[in-house]
C-alpha cells in the first residue's frame, strides 16, 4: 500500500468516558478482545500498517524565530553600538570608505556570532534529541522496548515508577499507579488512577481513567492502550513540547556582558577625554575626532563574543564523545567548579555485573562459584568443596525458588556466548544463582504461576509476588533489604524444611559479616494465603513472613572509576557514595575504591542522619564518604546541607525518587541507560554509559572550556590596550596617529578572530584535574590575569609607537610606517599566542611516541597551525596588495623591511615568558598535554 502524503487523525472522542472494550473497539475495530489485546498485543504487521497509516508519535516542532531576526538580534550588544555611531558619523563627514569599513565589521562580527550560535543550538538540538525515550509495550505476545515515536494507536504500553508517559493512553490495568500531570494540568500532587468510564464532561485534571503524554510515573503500575499520538495528544494540542530545549545564556556570558558593560563606560569616558585635550591643544576637530572614533575601536575587542560562543560549542560536543551529554549549557561551566560529586554505586562507581557470592539458608552458609552472569558454577557448603543437593536443603532450595520467582528480569544468550539481562543486574544475578543450584525458571513458573506482584519502591524496599501453589493454597514470595523484611518474619524455615523461631540476632550477625566482605545483601521470605486471594497488598506483608535465606552478591568496583575517584581528588573534589545498599557493604566499596583518601572511610546509614539534629546533619554531610540506606528526602537535605557551607554539589540520580535533589544539584547527572524518564527531566547532563568515568572526564573537559576562554581573553585585551594607549599617548603629546580607525578594526577583526578561534581547539593539558575547583563568583578578570594583560599591552604599546616613530622620521612616509608597526605587532603576537598555546610542547613531545601518538599531536596542534598560517597570509595581503593599500591606507614592505620587523618583535618571546610567570595559570607553561 503506498504511503499517505499526510497521516490520518484518529477520531477526537471521550475517551474517558467509554468503557474499556468499547474503547478497544473504536481503536481496532471488532479484531481483539481486551483480555487478548493485554495478552498479545499488536502484530507487527499490524504495527507497520499502523505507522504507515497515523506517521510517527512526535510532536512538530514550533516554528522557530526566522533567521533574519536571529540575525538583527546579534546587533543587540552594547560595544557595536559604539561601532555604528561612529561609522554613521563618519559617513556624516564624508568619509565614505572608513564608514563601510566599519559598518563591514560590524556585519561581519554579526554575521560569525549568529554562525556560530546558530551551530552552538543546532548542537544542543541533536544532542538532546539522541536521548531516546523506550517505552515497554506488548508486541506479538512478547514485552518489547520500543523507540516512543514508533508507537500507534492501539499499542498496550506498559507503564512502572519513573516511566514518562509516551502518548495519550487510555488506562486499562492500574496497581496504586500514581501519575505526576503538572505540566500538563498545573496539579502539583500526582493523580491516583483508577478504571472504569468517567462522564464524559469531565475535566482533564481529574480524568482518573486515562494517563496523557509528557507525564510522569510516580509509584505504581498499569497498562493503557495508545488513543493519541503527537501533535493530537492533549499536549500537542497546546503546542507544549516535550523536551525542553539548550539556551545559549550561561553564567560565563552574563558575566561576559557585566564586563562588555564596564568596559563600554571605559571606553567612552577615553573617547571623550582625547577629544577634549585634543581640542585644548588647539588640533582640528575633524582630526581629534579621528583619534576618539579610533580609540574606541581600539578598545572593543570585537572578535570576543564569537569566540566565547564557539568555546561553550566545542565543550558541548566534546564532553558528547566523552559520554556526558550536556542538555542544559550552564553545566559546562559548573561542572569546572564542582567541589563535591555525589555518586550512586551500582552500575556508576560499579561493573553492574552482580554475583552471588553466599547463601545463607537453613542456619547454613554456603559458597557459590563462577562468575558474571554465566550459569557455570556450583552451590557449595562453606566447610568443604562437595556440590551441595539441592533437593536434600529445604531451605537453600526455597531462597534459591524465592529469588527465582520473585524477579521480573530475563537472561539472554548472546551469539557471541555472553549473557544480555533484560532487567535488573541484581534480579539478574539470582536467577543465575537459582540456574547453578539445578533450578530451570519456566519450569518452576509452569508450576506456580503468577497472579500478582508488588513491584518494588525504594519507599518501602522490598518486592512481593502471588503465586498459586495448588488448588488449596497460594503462596506469596518477597524479597528486599533485611531492615526491611526482618521485622515483618514471625519465622524461619530450618534445614529441613521446618518452622522454627526466628533468630533475629543471629541473622543480623550474618549479614554483617557478608557486608564487612563487599557483598550487597538481600532477605527472602516467604508466606501461605488461601487460594481465595487472587492479589497481593502491602497490608498482606505487614506481619507473619517466614524468613527464608539471605544471598550475598558483590558488584565489583569499575577500575576505571577507581583511578577517576582518585584524579577527582587529586583536583580538589570530594567523592560521596550515596547507596541504597547496607552500610557494611557500601562501606567496604568505599574502601576498595579509596573514598577515603587513605584515611578509614566514615559511613552513614539513613538511621544515623534520621538522629541528627540541624548542625550534626551538616557536620555529618561534610564528613561522611558514604551514605547508605538513605531514604529520597535525605538525599535532598544531603545536597542542601553541603551546598549551605559554600559547596559545588554535582549529584548523580537514576530513580523517581532522585528528581529533587537532581534539580535542587548545582549539577544534576541522570543516568542514560538505566535512569528513568524523571530523573534525565530534571538532569543538567546526562550519562551514556552510566560510568562515574565519564563524570571525570565531563570535569576536566568543563574546566578545559574555561580554560580555553581565559587564554582567548588573555591573547585579545592586549592588543586592545597597547592600541588604545597608543593613540592616547599620541594625542596628549599632539602627534600623528600611529594606527588609524579603519585599520585598528582590520586588527580587532579579522587578525584577532583568526588566531584567536584555535584556542577554543586547544586540548585538555592533562594538569586540569590537578587545581582545586575555582570560584564560581569569582571575577571574569583575577588579579593575576589583569595583570598579564597591563604587562602585555605595555609591550604592545612599545611596539606600535616606537616602531611607527623610528620608521616615519627615519622615511617620512605615513603609510609605510603604519604598515611596519601593524606588522610588527602582528608578528609579537603570533609569539604570544605560541606562548600561550599547546603546539610547540605538543610538537617536541617527551620521549618516544607511537605513530598513533605522533598523529594525535599532530591533530591536536592542527587549528592553532592553521590559524597562525592563515594571520600571515592575511598580512601580507594587508601590506603586499594594493587593493589593501588603498582600503586601509597601507604600503608594501621590502624583504628588509619585513626582517626589521621579525627582529623588534622578538623581545616578545621574553615578555611572554614573564607573563606567564606573572599569571601560570593562564598558559600551558610549556608542558605536554597528557590524553585521557
Known sequence: MAKPSSPELLPALAWHALPEEQAIQQLLGEELSLPTLLEKGLSQAEVERRQKQYGPNELKAKAATPAWVKFLQQFNQSLLYILMVAGAIKAFLGSWRNAIVIWAVVVINAL???????????????????????????????????????????????????????ADLRLVSVRNLQVDESALTGESVPVEKRLGSLPEDTPLADRQNMAYAGSFVTFGQGAGVVVAIGN??????????????????????????????????????????????????????????????????SAIPEGLPAVVTVTL???????????????????????????????????????????????????????????????????????????????????????????????????????????????????????????????????????????????????????????????????????????????????????QGEIQPLEAERIRQQVEALARQGLRVLAFAQKTVPSSQTQVDHSDLEEGLIFLGLQGMIDPPRPEAIAAVR?????????????????????????????????????????????????????????????????????????????????????????????PALKQADVGIAMGRGGTEVAKA?????????????????????????????????FILPVNGGESMTLLLSVLLNRELPILAIQVLWLNMINSITMTVPLSFEPSTGREMTQPPRDPDANLLSPRLLQRILLVSAFNWLLIFGVFEYIEQTTGNLNLARSMAIQTLVIGRIFYLLSLSQAIPTLL????????????????????TIGIGAAILLQILFSQWSLFNALFDTAPLAWEQWGFCLVVSLPMIGVAALANRVDPEGASLARLPRKT
Open 232 to 297: 493530537q495528544t492533549q499536549t500537542g494540542r497546546i503546542s507544549k513540547l516535550i523536551e525542553e530545549g539548550g539556551s545559549l545564556q550561561t553564567p560565563l556570558t552574563r558575566k561576559f556582558e557585566a564586563f562588555s558593560l564596564t568596559l563600554l563606560k571605559i571606553i567612552l569616558t577615553l573617547a571623550a577625554l582625547t577629544f577634549l585635550v585634543g581640542l585644548v591643544q588647539g588640533q582640528a576637530a575633524v582630526s581629534v575626532f579621528e583619534a576618539a572614533v579610533a580609540l574606541a575601536v
Open 567 to 659: 584524579a577527582c581528588q587529586s583536583a580538589g573534589i570530594q567523592v560521596k557514595m550515596i547507596t541504597g545498599d547496607h552500610v557494611l557493604t557500601a562501606q567496604a566499596i568505599a574502601e576498595q575504591m579509596g573514598l577515603g583518601g587513605g584515611k578509614p572511610v566514615k559511613a552513614y546509614s539513613g538511621r544515623d542522619l534520621e538522629q541528627l539534629g540541624p548542625e550534626e546533619f551538616v557536620t555529618a554531610a561534610n564528613e561522611g564518604s558514604v551514605f547508605a540506606r538513605v531514604v529520597p528526602e535525605q538525599k535532598l537535605r544531603l545536597v542542601k546541607a553541603l551546598q549551605s557551607q559554600g559547596q559545588v554539589v554535582a549529584m548523580t540520580g537514576d530513580g523517581v525518587n532522585d528528581a
Open 845 to 864: 613531545g617527551r620521549g618516544r611516541a607511537s605513530q598513533l601518538e605522533r598523529r594525535e599531536r599532530l591533530m591536536d596542534v592542527a587549528a592553532i
Open 682 to 714: 530534571a538532569a543538567d547532563m546526562i550519562l551514556t554509559d552510566d560510568n562515574f568515568a565519564s563524570i571525570k572526564a565531563a570535569v576536566e573537559e568543563g574546566r578545559t572550556v574555561y580554560n580555553n576562554l581565559l587564554k582567548a581573553i588573555a
Open 112 to 166: 560569525i556570532s549568529y554562525i556560530q550560535e546558530s551551530k552552538a543550538e543546532e548542537a544542543i538540538a541533536a544532542l538532546a534529541k539522541s536521548v531516546v525515550t523506550e517505552v515497554t509495550v506488548m508486541r506479538e505476545g512478547q514485552k518489547v522496548r520500543v523507540p516512543s515515536r514508533e508507537l500507534v494507536p492501539g499499542d498496550v504500553v506498559l507503564l512502572s515508577s519513573g516511566d514518562r508517559v509516551p
Open 313 to 495: 560549542a566545542i565543550g558541548v560536543s566534546r564532553m558528547a564523545r566523552r559520554h556526558a551529554i550536556i542538555r542544559k549549557l550552564p553545566a559546562v561551566e559548573t561542572l569546572g567548579s564542582a567541589t563535591v560529586i555525589c555518586s550512586d554505586k551500582t552500575g556508576t562507581l560499579t561493573e553492574n555485573q552482580m554475583t552471588v557470592q553466599a547463601i545463607y539458608a537453613g542456619s547454613r552458609l554456603y559458597r557459590v562459584s563462577g562468575s558474571g552472569y554465566s550459569p557455570q558454577g556450583q552451590i557449595l557448603p562453606q566447610e568443604d568443596d562437595s556440590p551441595v543437593e539441592i533437593r536434600q536443603s529445604p531451605a537453600l532450595e526455597a531462597c534459591l525458588v524465592a529469588g527465582c520467582l520473585c524477579n521480573d528480569t530475563r537472561l539472554q544468550a548472546k551469539d557471541n556466548g555472553q549473557w544480555e539481562v533484560v532487567g535488573d543486574p541484581t534480579e539478574a544475578a539470582l536467577l543465575v544463582a537459582a540456574q547453578k543450584g539445578g533450578l530451570d525458571r519456566e519450569d518452576l513458573q509452569r508450576r506456580r504461576p503468577r497472579l500478582d506482584s508488588i513491584p518494588f519502591e525504594s519507599e518501602f524496599q522490598y518486592m512481593a509476588t502471588l503465586h498459586r501453589l495448588g488448588p488449596e493454597e497460594h503462596c506469596i514470595y518477597v524479597k528486599g533489604s533485611v531492615e526491611a523484611l526482618l521485622p515483618r518474619c514471625g519465622s524461619q524455615m530450618g534445614s
